[in-house]
């Protein structure tokens, strides 16, 4: 960090107009940058005054050459060094390759501002925050209602709601913090509907200009604005006959809100500079990080338009509020990080777990799944450990640990906050919610496990109160 307070950010990019780019985006957060045009430079620079200042790197690696040996490089140089690697490429192959090196994160153009930002403040906090968005783009993320892990009462009421609006055509709002895993849901409810076999087109509004949006959702004609070089199909055409995803809605513009309004009105789709609207057949599905309701009071958000969105809403429970779904969490994400190149199938020990139950885990399900991802990439055994996890432990344990004779392995407590113990038919549910969601719903073979009939199952579900219709 510099004299003023200022944090440094050597950035490694030789492209003039996208090094003053990012250098303008960082100077928001309080970053300064400063400049290598390749890796000599780079490595020149580590060794100068402010070379030994600098509180991140961050490369934009355009190159096709392996970027693994200049990483360990850097790497050997500065050992603890936060070093981002920025690239066009978005292969996990390659994410891989780059975290075994000593990357501390992999971001994949194009990259919305906010993105960088907080990609570069995880980074210097040490937090395990990061997008890591190839992790999030090609690990298949499209499951069945039945398929979503967790057991927690809140949790299965919101997949519940969400199920049975899956059918209709009505618009869905699923609010939720950052990473609680709303876009899975949605993709969820698209996969239970009837337009299951046709398209679901996600917009990320927030990382969308704000003077674009309205191009990329309803497209424009060859010359309707400055730029305008030749005719955009917007996203509402795409999702014809199908989903479209509205991801982030909070931050689209008002004149846009206006524009989505008409559309849900009367269906459509009217093209900047486009003499004709044409109607569109297309189900929204809206997610909103803060409460939507919020914005709406401090003027930022359509009053009409939110409650057309709110037709069905659903709220995700963080995943703090739902700690006795981490294990199986855990197990089910490993298992999907195990499908790619280069990564292998890996366990994990009660101890790790119990770490990992610990931590309040502020970036949710992504950031329990990027913390997974970094674990497997160097991990050297066929058991991740607490030793896999240096950034968590080094946080400390947000979460009082639970008696350890009152825990399952299975993340079921037997014991009150107090010492004393839950009552049986707490304990009970507790279980046959485990072991629906550790068997995805599979009620005959939840039943075959638990040891009792389907008939029981279905007794003690309706005497327990458990709703399993998700």
Known sequence: MTRNGQRLLLLIDDEPAQRRLVAALAQRRGWRAIFAADA???????????????????????????????????????????????????????????????????????????RLLAALDAAVAATTGGELRPLTEKIPALLAFDEIVGAAPEFRAALAIAAKAARARVPVLLEGE????????????????????????????????????????????????????????????????????????????????????????TGEVHAMGGRHPRIVDVRVIAAADARLLDAVEASRFREDLYYRLNAVQVTIPPLRDRVDDIPALTRHLLARIAQQPGLPALGITDDALALLARYDWPGNVRQLQNALFRAAVVCEGDMLTRADFPQIASLGERRPAAPQSGVTSGGVSLFHPDGNLRPLDEIEADVIRLAISHYRGRMTEVARRLGIGRSTLYRKLGELGIDHAA
């Open 40 to 114: 000599d430079m780079a490595l020149a620079t580590l060794g100068t005054q402010e070379g030994m200042q600098l509180d991140a790197i961050l490369m934009d690696w355009s190159d096709d050459a392996d970027a693994a040996p200049f990483i360990t490089e850097l790497r050997r140089h500065r050992p603890t060094l936060p070093i981002l690697m920025l690239t066009a490429n978005g292969s996990v192959t390659q994410a891989v390759d780059a975290m075994r090196a000593g990357a501390t994160d992999f971001l994949v153009k194009p990259l919305a501002p906010e």
């Open 178 to 265: 950052s990473g609680v895993g709303k876009a899975v849901v949605a993709e969820a409810v698209h996969a239970a509907s009837p337009r299951a076999n046709t398209p679901m087109i996600t917009v990320d509004c927030g990382a969308i200009s704000a003077n674009l949006v309205e191009s990329e959702l309803f497209g424009h004609e060859e010359g309707a604005f400055t730029g305008a070089f030749s005719r955009k199909i917007g996203k509402f055409i795409e999702a014809d006959g199908g989903t479209l995803f509205l991801d982030d809605i909070g931050e689209m513009p008002l004149e846009a809100q206006a524009r989505l309004m008409h559309f849900l009105q």
